[in-house]
């Protein structure tokens, strides 16, 4: 986080089911272009996708780090930022898989940054009420955000967060934690 400046940092909370389908078409280049007939995928952010079982792209398949991001084009293609060029997929080989984002509708959400994990009081509280978390519902979306002047009144090396979602019938969700690092400003 950047002091004296606005801040803000996105997520998805994908766990609204598994989708599982395989591949019909690849259309090789860079992007890589594939179809999937109503795959899904929201319309707003990337989304981690597994490819797996590709027979003559095998660039395509998931490696060790088990995802690659792509991005929806229609109801029925994506493309992944992999270049297929000179390469022929054999028809019929591959599908994908991915968590679809959770159905986030009338939900709110609440986060605290602390300088320590155990600290009874709290640097900056952000909530939906407060406009410091926005929900966006079409690709589970939380945007943490802090204006310009906010971020010039904080006063830490490192804090820490934790992001807590609130369904429609009380119950509670922990979706993220992490720390942020203060880059501290100098010109002011």
Not at 19 to 28: K, N
Not at 34 to 50: A, D, G, M
Not at 58 to 65: Q, R, V, Y
Not at 75 to 99: C, H, M, N, Q, R
């Amino acid at each position: 986080m950047a002091q004296g400046t606005d801040w803000a940092t996105t997520f998805n909370w994908y766990g609204g089911g598994k989708f599982l389908a395989p591949i019909e078409e690849i259309d090789p280049g860079y992007p890589t272009r594939i179809r999937v007939t109503s795959h899904l995928l929201p319309t707003v952010s990337s989304t981690p996708i597994i490819i797996s079982g590709v027979i003559g792209m095998e660039i395509l398949n998931s490696k060790d780090t088990g995802v690659e991001l792509c991005d929806r084009e229609d109801a029925d293609y994506f493309t992944v930022p992999i270049s297929t060029v000179a390469k022929e997929w054999v028809l019929g080989t591959g599908e994908i898989t991915y968590w679809q984002p959770t159905n986030i509708t009338s939900y709110t959400a609440r986060c605290h940054l602390r300088k320590k994990w155990y600290s009874t009081t709290y640097l900056q509280e952000l909530t939906t009420e407060n406009g410091g978390i926005v929900l966006t519902a079409n690709d589970a979306s939380i945007q943490l955000q802090l204006t310009a002047v906010q971020t010039a009144a904080l006063d830490f090396d490192t804090c820490y967060f934790q992001v807590e979602m609130i369904s429609p019938g009380g119950i509670i969700a922990r979706v993220a934690q992490g720390s942020i690092t203060m880059d501290r400003e100098i010109t002011k």
